[in-house]
């Protein structure tokens, strides 16, 4: 334990701040009303920066990692081929709180746990995998990418299986993690650092 560390122990709220940020992300996990069951997760390569929102599927509070899931042969795809780091933003205007976050993107193809991921994963959510138009192709008229088939659920479970092709589970590894908290008194910040699932500096922040 580095000396960073041993001034947390006596900043016991800073470290209650650090482990009220992954309670409230844990939270979005696990409930569709949480605000931050969703979140906006930017990558940056070539030059040109993107975000886009997605569900926070799962939080291991313990190894401090965020998963998502996501299609293989989506755009995002090509930019964690290219480039290994993923930012994470969530807001929750009830508690006031901002999180945002980044780490080393770690990705689960039909691995043990990317097949634990789709076997928790309904029979509505499977039909996007299972098309047979990627996502991001160029139409000249509206498309939802579904034949009738998938439009309409007439598939049965058995027959969903053939989305796991296309299932891909990221992990995020965070290795940095900010909370921003406005308050009429003042607004307030702090950042973590992470290694490897520990936490190895903590330090507010001015806002
Ligand atoms: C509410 C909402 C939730 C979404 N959830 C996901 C998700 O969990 N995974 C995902 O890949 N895309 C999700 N999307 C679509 C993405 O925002 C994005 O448009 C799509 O993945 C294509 O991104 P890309 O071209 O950067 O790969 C969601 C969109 C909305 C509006």
Redesign the pocket.
């Known amino acids: 334990m580095d000396t960073q560390i041993n001034n947390l122990d006596l900043l016991g709220s800073l470290q209650s701040v650090e482990e009220n940020c992954w309670t409230l992300l844990h939270g979005g996990a696990s409930s569709r009303k949480s605000a931050m069951h969703?979140a906006a997760v930017a990558t940056a390569v070539d030059g040109m920066a993107?975000m886009?929102?997605?569900?926070l599927r799962r939080v291991d509070m313990v190894g401090k990692r965020l998963f998502?899931?996501?299609?293989l042969r989506?755009?995002?795809m090509n930019d964690f081929e290219r480039g290994d780091c993923l930012s994470w933003l969530f807001y929750d205007q009830s508690v006031a709180t901002q999180i945002r976050l980044s780490g080393k993107v770690i990705l689960h193809h039909q691995d043990s746990l990317c097949r634990e991921h789709w076997g928790k994963t309904g029979h509505h959510s499977r039909r996007y995998y299972m098309s047979e138009t990627a996502?991001?192709v160029a139409f000249d008229e509206p498309f939802t990418g579904l034949n009738p088939a998938l439009t309409s659920f007439a598939y049965t479970l058995e027959e969903s299986e053939m989305g796991l092709a296309n299932f891909v589970v990221v992990e995020t590894e965070i290795s940095w993690m900010e909370w921003y908290y406005t308050h009429h008194t003042g607004n307030r910040r702090a950042v973590f650092r992470y290694t490897e699932g520990f936490l190895k500096e903590a330090s507010w922040l001015s806002p």
């Open positions: 969703q993107l886009r929102t997605v569900v998502l899931h996501t299609d989506s755009k995002k996502p991001s």
